[in-house]
């Protein structure tokens, strides 16, 4: 008896049939790229579904209307009349000082005006010997010693006095005028009025000094200087 071929065929036509499919897939398949010009982006069903809000611009304003600019005419006034010429007045020079309250020219030709005491001037009076045109404080103070120094040794001490124990110090005092002379001498503190008297007189031994200034013009200056008579 013979055995059936059916159940050997059927795996071989199974295989067969496979393989025919898996081929027909194979040769089936294509390469899909993007093509040019072309972007694709995923995109959420949201976003595609809200409408995109526009914003009304503004409206634009009307044009200004031109305005024809108007001229207008200054209105000149008519020169006012020329005032008279002075007759005191030079066209050249300009106004003419009087000089009629200087005098006639027949006098001594000094001005006259107040002479003021100071204590202390701008520039104070000075002998020659002690000028500094550099330092007006060395100026002051060598005129003040020169003056101790002369007057001290011109004051005579009485002998009488000098026998008598009697001394003390005298102080003078006195102006340097505008023309630099001692004058208006008193005696501010007294010691005894012969030595008073000697004191006065040694004033006279001080030469004629450089009379002080303030502001540009002489001043009187008041001194006071101590005169010492000391018994030994």
Excluded at 186 to 210: F, G
Aim: with cysteine; glycine share 6%; aromatic share 8%.
């Amino acid at each position: 008896m013979n055995e059936p071929k059916t159940p050997r065929l059927f795996p071989l036509g199974f295989i067969a049939a496979l393989s025919i499919t898996l081929a027909s897939f194979e040769w089936t398949a294509m390469e899909w790229s993007e093509p040019a010009g072309w972007s694709y982006q995923a995109t959420s069903l949201l976003e595609s579904e809200i409408a995109p809000v526009s914003v009304p611009s503004k409206p634009v304003p009307p044009p200004r209307p031109f305005i024809n600019p108007r001229v207008v005419s200054q209105l000149t006034e008519p020169n006012p009349a020329a005032p008279l010429p002075d007759p005191n007045s030079d066209i050249q020079l300009g106004p003419l000082h009087d000089f009629s309250s200087y005098g006639d020219g027949n006098g001594d030709g000094t001005e006259e005006f107040e002479i003021e005491t100071v204590l202390l001037a701008e520039h104070m009076p000075r002998f020659a010997s002690c000028t500094s045109i550099l330092n007006r404080d060395q100026e002051r103070l060598c005129t003040e010693a020169e003056m101790i120094r002369l007057i001290q040794s011109c004051a005579i001490f009485p002998r009488r006095l000098v026998d008598a124990g009697v001394g003390g110090v005298v102080f003078l005092q006195f102006n340097v005028d505008e023309f630099g002379d001692v004058s208006s001498p008193s005696i501010l503190k007294s010691a005894h009025p012969d030595l008073d008297r000697s004191a006065l007189e040694a004033l006279n031994c001080l030469p004629q000094m450089i009379a002080g200034t303030q502001h540009g013009k002489p001043v009187r200056v008041t001194y006071t200087i101590p005169v010492r008579f000391t018994v030994r």
